[in-house]
């Protein structure tokens, strides 16, 4: 999906860019219901009410109440700068300090004829020091904050978040937690923590709601009237202890089974899941 070079220090080489991951969302089109036609979004100006054709559209930022820059694509792409083609590593950190609410995407990054023996040596020296590098480029019209790092025999590269679209937990009206949990409350909790504790299975995990809404169409599709059911409102929970109790009385405990070996090469090679559910850059295998 994409062509350029690595550089780091006075070294460069070719690569192409592989997407990893596909979306798989179930996709709509509007339709007009009487007819089923679809429907086309047209774009009209607010000052005159006429349609616009887009070779007159033109973008603008808005510099202050009723104020605005126009830039044609020409003005935008000089700001890009001239190595859009590149992959500017700037610096190499430890993995591990990477908070992963950075990490965006993933992706696959491969060598190109003639940049081979620099992919390895590059890969070969993430992998024994433990670190990753970080850098930018421009990807379609947008400069990315990036981390290379090692996944299996090919370097693996995230698109990250800038600092400043982080937003600090400390500006958020988070509510104040009441009191603290006594020692019974925190020995139940870790008790079903554990009878629901295992390996991690990604297979196991699949979109549930996107096979729901499949059933459905494939239902409607065969002429069958569909039940729309009621969902009701989770009940809040009025008693900790009792909850806890009826969860552990609910589900045997049992002994979390060890890591196979398959488990434990796809738990390497797997990005780690920091707070939240971010994943984090695959960590580097020191040696």
Excluded: C
């Amino acid at each position: 999906m994409w062509n350029g070079t690595v550089a780091f220090g006075e070294v460069v080489f070719p690569v192409k860019l592989y997407s990893i991951v596909q979306e798989r969302r179930v996709r709509f089109r509007e339709v007009h219901l009487a007819d089923g036609g679809r429907i086309v979004h047209r774009r009209f100006g607010s000052e005159s009410g006429e349609e616009i054709p887009a070779e007159r559209i033109r973008k603008a930022y808005e510099i202050s109440d009723g104020n605005q820059v126009v830039l044609d694509e020409e003005e935008i792409a000089a700001a890009r700068g001239e190595n859009t083609k590149v992959i500017q590593l700037e610096h190499f950190v430890p993995a591990e300090e990477i908070d992963p609410l950075f990490y965006d995407r993933p992706y696959v990054l491969g060598a190109q004829a003639g940049g081979e023996h620099a992919y390895r040596v590059l890969h070969a020296a993430l992998e024994r020091t433990g670190r990753v590098g970080i850098g930018r480029f421009m990807l379609r019209t947008r400069e990315q904050l990036v981390a290379l790092g090692v996944h299996d025999r090919a370097l693996r590269l995230y698109t990250m978040r800038f600092a400043d679209e982080i937003v600090s937990s400390g500006d958020l009206d988070l509510p104040a937690l009441s009191r603290t949990p006594t020692d019974r409350e925190l020995e139940m909790a870790r008790r079903l923590v554990e009878t629901l504790a295992q390996a991690w299975e990604p297979e196991e995990y699949e979109d549930r709601h996107r096979q729901a809404v499949l059933a459905l169409i494939e239902q409607k599709a065969a002429g069958k009237e569909l039940q729309v059911p009621a969902v009701p409102e989770p009940a809040e929970t009025p008693d900790l202890i009792a909850a806890l109790e009826a969860s552990l009385a609910a589900r045997p405990r049992r002994r979390t089974p060890a890591p196979t070996g398959a488990t434990r090469r796809r738990a390497a090679a797997t990005p780690r899941t920091g707070p939240g559910g971010a994943a984090r850059t695959p960590r580097t295998r020191s040696r």
